[in-house]
């Protein structure tokens, strides 16, 4: 009878041991029930100096919750049963080690609840074997991206956000119900599940809160409807207000000060959006010219990083917005949307005051990003008239006045048959509105320019739906200087050479002096492939100066070799481009050239190949190249570790790659260097004999890039039934890896860490690659992983996770594809040479297409046809193209497949 009881009384201990979830600190977990008697058991481990809170968040209606914790057979806390949804407040465990804790309640029918697991202090207690960070799935955000929308259903309860923050960053998070009744609510947590308080309501629609980060890492916020019983329609977003050098970059089309867009027509759920470069010292006014009914247009405003300069600012007037003065130096991205049931028709324009120096944003290629479809410009000189029909079908003309400062003008504008009312608006060369035109059947107005330069006129019939016979006419009164045709334009200097040094030192002010053959000619001066300047004034009556130089706060990591100020005369003479050359501490380089940008390598366990890349001297002095190898020379080895070119001369390196590696692939980077220049050679070895591995790591290399830090998922296994201890380092400070440990789990089923840009890179702006890597250290043996930091822009599709492992408990794997562009659908094709694997059902040997929605996400799923020998890894090339009827460049990204057998390899 005793054995018995003995027996009973170690299945319960067993059984109520298996059903502890084992948990991290910062860890949160979806709805969970109890009833009473049936309490929730978890895990955890902390030490000395953390203090342990525990939120219970409360789904049933007046429900209470209990809390025990225990260490081994000692009760150390126990909590009666509270309505307080903080159950456990600062627990201070005594040792470090592992605890205990049952969540209870009293309420007969049972309650349900949402928990935290929060963590004050070090907080860098191991965790449990087997830990998870919370059954609650995670929407990843990246701050300053576009909002994401969605349907937030009754059922669902609650729903999971993270997104990545810099210490003392300033962040914004904006949760906005889009329809029906339903209260928005989140609460916000630092990565280690500290709540942090401070949200605030702005009706019963928004609900938001601003947050300094305390610590590098990921933050979370857990969002749901306030009474959890309605659907909630919601938009989020999460907005960098300060640094937001890291945030994604816009993708709609580009307008320069003055630009004028024709006829556009959107209706409810639609949006025109479109960006534009501007000072902190210009005041921006956006005219929004209703075009038939009368309309109801909204604007948001947001400042890179995403930040709202103005919020959903509604209103049937034009101006919407009138002399604003803007908080930096940057690029803006204005949003335009309506209330209108049928729709609202417009045209609009962009309007400045202030330096207004020109230029719009630019890619990654440091050139101009494509335009708005403006308005073609008609010129139209002083002394001479224009005639035609402005037909119902153009609704709209817009022409090229011929001005200069010290002239008087009358500009007429006559009906020449029917009875269509001519109108016409006039606008100086950065589109502030000039007032004063009258009449009805002719109507005039006198313009005296203030600014130089040509200014505009945009010419319509009243009601827009009768046309018009007109005759324009642009008449010089008084003194007509400069209206000579035909002057010639002359530059000095003929190059702009300006300077950045490592301090604030250095050539950034460049006077230009400006000469005519006609002395009294008016000349524009106009930015070209160059943001990062502005141009003062942007015209002037020659001969004159105008003075370039660098924005405040301006961005000049990429700077396009076809930088230049582009003078044209106005009275028709040929345009003139004055080349801008921009050095800095990364362009005063020594320059060579390499015959390639990468090599693989297939290598027999014990074997060995070599292959030569060839470096040539574009340099106008002798310079020195050294070969730094990202790989031990026990893989790789680069022979001779410098070569002296003298210039125009080419000499070679010669790679020689070994099958002694600890894992079956590896990839990694040379660098080639100066001191001042740099190239990379990616390097992968893949090893094609001796057997399989027990551990195993994919991806084998991982790009992250700068403005757009998302965490990427690396992926850890073994494939046998042993649990190895890992240990996770990275090469420097500019990477940030979380986990730093943990133990494989048993039988081919991978755990996971994420990789990230560290404060290191963010705080610090990189202006070229940045080779590095992550360093899996297993017993005696370490497999590695390469990383890059990239400050060029990241392609606009991308995987968040760039590796499947499939395994015989596993065969399949679905990869989440992510559109970044808000605009154009996005066309794949994936593409690999492995007959094993397939995507989507289909052979990856044969191509695999498919189309990802702007801004959203769809499915790869890579399954087996057979199963390979275990270890076998495949490199499947990703395409995707973005633009009208998929005309865009060609992005390429890779991802790796992985198939482990359990049971099989050697074991370190």
Same mark, same amino acid.
């Not at 943001?531 to 990591?557: C, F, H, M, T």
């Not at 070679?652 to 660098?671: E, I, M, P, Y």
């Not at 005309?887 to 390429?892: I, L, Q, T």
């Given at each position: 009878?005793?054995?018995?009881?003995?027996?009973?009384?170690?299945?319960?201990?067993?059984?109520?041991?298996?059903?502890?979830?084992?948990?991290?600190?910062?860890?949160?977990?979806?709805?969970?029930?109890?009833?009473?008697?049936?309490?929730?058991?978890?895990?955890?481990?902390?030490?000395?100096?953390?203090?342990?809170?525990?939120?219970?968040?409360?789904?049933?209606?007046?429900?209470?919750?209990?809390?025990?914790?225990?260490?081994?057979?000692?009760?150390?806390?126990?909590?009666?049963?509270?309505?307080?949804?903080?159950?456990?407040?600062?627990?201070?465990?005594?040792?470090?080690?592992?605890?205990?804790?049952?969540?209870?309640?009293?309420?007969?029918?049972?309650?349900?609840?949402?928990?935290?697991?929060?963590?004050?202090?070090?907080?860098?207690?191991?965790?449990?074997?087997?830990?998870?960070?919370?059954?609650?799935?995670?929407?990843?955000?990246?701050?300053?991206?576009?909002?994401?929308?969605?349907?937030?259903?009754?059922?669902?309860?609650?729903?999971?956000?993270?997104?990545?923050?810099?210490?003392?960053? &300033?962040?914004?998070?904006?949760?906005?119900?889009?329809?029906?009744?339903?209260?928005?609510?989140?609460?916000?947590?630092?990565?280690?599940?500290?709540?942090?308080?401070?949200?605030?309501?702005?009706?019963?629609?928004?609900?938001?809160?601003?947050?300094?980060?305390?610590?590098?890492?990921?933050?979370?916020?857990?969002?749901?409807?306030?009474?959890?019983?309605?659907?909630?329609?919601?938009?989020?977003? @999460?907005?960098?207000?300060?640094?937001?050098?890291?945030?994604?970059?816009?993708?709609?089309?580009?307008?320069?000060?003055?630009?004028?867009?024709?006829?556009?027509?959107?209706?409810?759920?639609?949006?025109?959006?479109?960006?534009?470069?501007?000072?902190?010292?210009?005041?921006?006014?956006?005219?929004?010219?209703?075009?038939?009914?009368?309309?109801?247009?909204?604007?948001?405003?947001?400042?890179?990083?995403?930040?709202?300069?103005?919020?959903?600012?509604?209103?049937?007037?034009?101006?919407?917005?009138?002399?604003?003065?803007?908080?930096?130096?940057?690029?803006?991205?204005?949003?335009?949307?309506?209330?209108?049931?049928?729709?609202?028709?417009? *045209?609009?324009?962009?309007?400045?005051?202030?330096?207004?120096?020109?230029?719009?944003?630019?890619?990654?290629?440091?050139?101009?990003?494509?335009?708005?479809?403006?308005?073609?410009?008609?010129?139209?000189?002083?002394?001479?008239?224009?005639?035609?029909?402005?037909?119902?079908?153009?609704?709209?003309?817009?022409?090229?006045?011929?001005?200069?400062?010290?002239?008087?003008?009358?500009?007429?504008?006559?009906?020449?048959?029917?009875?269509?009312?001519?109108?016409?608006?006039?606008?100086?060369?950065?589109?502030?509105?000039?007032?004063?035109?009258?009449?009805?059947?002719?109507?005039?107005?006198?313009?005296?320019?203030?600014?130089?330069?040509?200014? +505009?006129?945009?010419?319509?019939?009243?009601?827009?739906?009768?046309?018009?016979?007109?005759?324009?006419?642009?008449?010089?009164?008084?003194?007509?200087?400069?209206?000579?045709?035909?002057?010639?334009?002359?530059?000095?200097?003929?190059?702009?050479?300006?300077?950045?040094?490592?301090?604030?030192?250095? @050539?950034?002010?460049?006077?230009?002096?400006?000469?005519?053959?006609?002395?009294?000619?008016?000349?524009?001066?106009?930015?070209?492939?160059?943001?990062?300047?502005?141009?003062?004034?942007?015209?002037?009556?020659?001969?004159?100066?105008?003075?370039?130089?660098?924005?405040?706060?301006?961005?000049?990591?990429?700077?396009?070799?076809?930088?230049?100020? &582009?003078?044209?005369?106005?009275?028709?003479?040929?345009?003139?481009?004055?080349?801008?050359?921009?050095?800095?501490?990364?362009?005063?380089?020594?320059?060579?050239?390499?015959?390639?940008?990468?090599?693989?390598?297939?290598?027999?366990?014990?074997?060995?190949?070599?292959?030569?890349?060839?470096?040539?001297?574009?340099?106008?002095?002798?310079?020195?190249?050294?070969?730094?190898?990202?790989?031990?020379?026990?893989?790789?080895?680069?022979?001779?570790?410098?070569?002296?070119?003298?210039?125009?001369?080419?000499?070679?390196?010669?790679?020689?790659?070994?099958?002694?590696?600890?894992?079956?692939?590896?990839?990694?980077?040379?660098?080639?260097?100066?001191?001042?220049?740099?190239?990379?050679?990616?390097?992968?070895?893949?090893?094609?004999?001796?057997?399989?591995?027990?551990?195993?790591?994919?991806?084998?290399?991982?790009?992250?890039?700068?403005?757009?830090?998302?965490?990427?998922?690396?992926?850890? *296994?073994?494939?046998?039934?042993?649990?190895?201890? *890992?240990?996770?380092?990275?090469?420097?400070?500019?990477?940030?890896?979380?986990?730093?440990?943990?133990?494989?789990?048993?039988?081919?089923?991978?755990?996971?860490?994420?990789?990230?840009?560290?404060?290191?890179?963010?705080?610090?702006?990189?202006?070229?690659?940045?080779?590095?890597?992550?360093?899996?250290?297993?017993?005696?043996?370490?497999?590695?992983?390469?990383?890059?930091?990239?400050?060029?822009?990241?392609?606009?599709?991308?995987?968040?996770?760039?590796?499947?492992?499939?395994?015989?408990?596993?065969?399949?794997?679905?990869?989440?594809?992510?559109?970044?562009?808000?605009?154009?659908?996005?066309?794949?094709?994936?593409?690999?040479?492995?007959?094993?694997?397939?995507?989507?059902?289909?052979?990856?040997?044969?191509? @695999?297409?498919?189309?990802? +929605?702007?801004?959203?996400?769809?499915?790869?799923?890579?399954?087996?046809?057979?199963?390979?020998?275990?270890?076998?890894?495949?490199?499947?090339?990703?395409?995707?193209?973005?633009?009208?009827?998929?005309?865009?460049?060609?992005?390429?990204?890779?991802?790796?497949?992985?198939?482990?057998?359990?049971?099989?390899?050697?074991?370190?």
């Amino acid at each position: 009878m005793q054995a018995l009881l003995t027996v009973l009384l170690l299945f319960t201990f067993i059984q109520g041991l298996s059903a502890q979830v084992p948990l991290a600190l910062g860890a949160i977990v979806g709805e969970t029930s109890v009833r009473p008697g049936e309490p929730y058991r978890f895990r955890f481990r902390a030490g000395t100096k953390d203090r342990i809170t525990i939120y219970a968040n409360e789904l049933t209606t007046s429900a209470c919750f209990s809390a025990k914790i225990t260490r081994g057979k000692d009760e150390l806390l126990k909590q009666s049963c509270s309505t307080n949804n903080t159950v456990v407040s600062a627990f201070p465990p005594p040792v470090e080690d592992e605890y205990v804790v049952e969540i209870g309640t009293t309420r007969t029918g049972g309650a349900a609840f949402w928990l935290v697991l929060a963590c004050d202090g070090p907080c860098s207690a191991e965790p449990p074997e087997g830990a998870e960070a919370g059954s609650m799935e995670v929407n990843r955000m990246a701050p300053g991206a576009l909002p994401l929308e969605g349907l937030l259903e009754s059922g669902s309860r609650v729903r999971r956000f993270q997104f990545p923050v810099v210490k003392n960053g &300033r962040y914004q998070v904006r949760l906005e119900r889009t329809d029906g009744s339903g209260l928005p609510r989140f609460n916000l947590y630092n990565p280690a599940g500290k709540y942090i308080p401070g949200a605030e309501t702005h009706g019963s629609a928004v609900y938001q809160q601003t947050v300094s980060a305390s610590t590098d890492g990921d933050y979370q916020f857990v969002m749901y409807e306030s009474g959890y019983n309605s659907d909630l329609p919601y938009r989020v977003e @999460v907005n960098c207000l300060l640094p937001c050098s890291m945030a994604p970059a816009y993708e709609d089309p580009t307008l320069r000060s003055g630009d004028v867009v024709g006829v556009t027509t959107i209706h409810p759920e639609e949006l025109y959006s479109f960006q534009f470069l501007a000072d902190q010292k210009d005041r921006i006014t956006l005219y929004l010219n209703d075009i038939g009914v009368s309309s109801i247009n909204c604007l948001t405003l947001r400042a890179q990083g995403g930040q709202r300069v103005v919020d959903n600012a509604c209103t049937s007037r034009s101006p919407i917005i009138s002399d604003l003065t803007l908080p930096t130096t940057g690029v803006y991205r204005a949003e335009i949307t309506t209330t209108r049931d049928g729709g609202s028709t417009f *045209w609009l324009v962009l309007g400045c005051d202030g330096p207004c120096g020109g230029g719009v944003p630019v890619g990654a290629d440091g050139k101009e990003l494509p335009s708005a479809a403006v308005m073609p410009l008609i010129p139209l000189k002083a002394g001479a008239s224009q005639k035609g029909l402005l037909s119902t079908a153009e609704r709209m003309l817009r022409f090229n006045l011929d001005t200069v400062p010290s002239n008087t003008y009358q500009v007429k504008l006559t009906r020449t048959a029917g009875n269509g009312l001519p109108v016409f608006y006039l606008y100086n060369s950065v589109g502030k509105y000039i007032p004063g035109g009258a009449g009805s059947t002719v109507r005039t107005q006198t313009l005296v320019p203030a600014s130089s330069g040509p200014h +505009q006129l945009v010419m319509l019939e009243s009601g827009y739906n009768t046309d018009l016979p007109y005759k324009l006419e642009l008449v010089c009164q008084s003194p007509c200087l400069g209206t000579e045709a035909g002057a010639e334009v002359t530059i000095a200097p003929d190059v702009i050479r300006m300077e950045v040094s490592e301090g604030d030192g250095g @050539v950034v002010r460049v006077p230009i002096d400006i000469t005519t053959s006609v002395p009294g000619t008016a000349v524009q001066v106009e930015v070209v492939n160059a943001p990062w300047v502005r141009v003062s004034p942007g015209a002037i009556v020659a001969p004159g100066q105008v003075v370039v130089e660098l924005r405040d706060g301006a961005d000049y990591s990429t700077v396009s070799p076809d930088a230049a100020i &582009r003078v044209t005369s106005v009275s028709g003479g040929a345009s003139v481009l004055v080349p801008i050359e921009l050095r800095t501490p990364a362009t005063a380089r020594e320059s060579f050239s390499v015959t390639t940008e990468g090599v693989q390598f297939d290598v027999e366990a014990k074997g060995q190949k070599s292959e030569i890349v060839e470096v040539t001297s574009e340099s106008e002095v002798p310079i020195v190249v050294r070969a730094i190898s990202g790989l031990p020379t026990s893989v790789l080895e680069v022979t001779p570790a410098e070569v002296a070119l003298e210039p125009g001369e080419t000499k070679a390196f010669a790679l020689t790659a070994k099958g002694a590696l600890a894992q079956d692939a590896l990839r990694a980077a040379v660098v080639l260097s100066t001191g001042t220049e740099r190239k990379l050679v990616s390097v992968t070895v893949i090893r094609t004999g001796g057997g399989d591995l027990t551990v195993g790591v994919a991806p084998t290399s991982i790009d992250l890039y700068t403005s757009r830090n998302f965490p990427q998922t690396v992926q850890v *296994w073994n494939s046998k039934d042993d649990q190895l201890r *890992w240990d996770a380092t990275v090469s420097s400070t500019l990477f940030s890896a979380e986990p730093r440990f943990a133990l494989t789990l048993p039988g081919a089923h991978p755990n996971t860490l994420e990789v990230s840009l560290g404060s290191t890179a963010i705080s610090n702006k990189l202006l070229e690659p940045v080779p590095g890597s992550l360093v899996f250290q297993v017993q005696s043996s370490q497999i590695e992983v390469g990383l890059m930091a990239k400050p060029s822009s990241p392609p606009k599709l991308y995987a968040l996770e760039a590796a499947a492992v499939l395994s015989p408990d596993n065969p399949s794997k679905s990869i989440q594809l992510n559109s970044a562009n808000p605009r154009y659908v996005a066309c794949v094709t994936l593409s690999g040479t492995d007959s094993w694997l397939r995507a989507n059902g289909s052979a990856v040997s044969g191509g @695999v297409a498919l189309s990802v +929605q702007p801004g959203k996400s769809a499915p790869v799923t890579f399954s087996i046809s057979e199963a390979p020998p275990s270890g076998t890894r495949a490199f499947v090339t990703v395409e995707s193209r973005h633009g009208e009827s998929c005309s865009g460049e060609v992005e390429r990204m890779s991802l790796e497949v992985v198939y482990v057998s359990g049971q099989q390899g050697q074991v370190f």
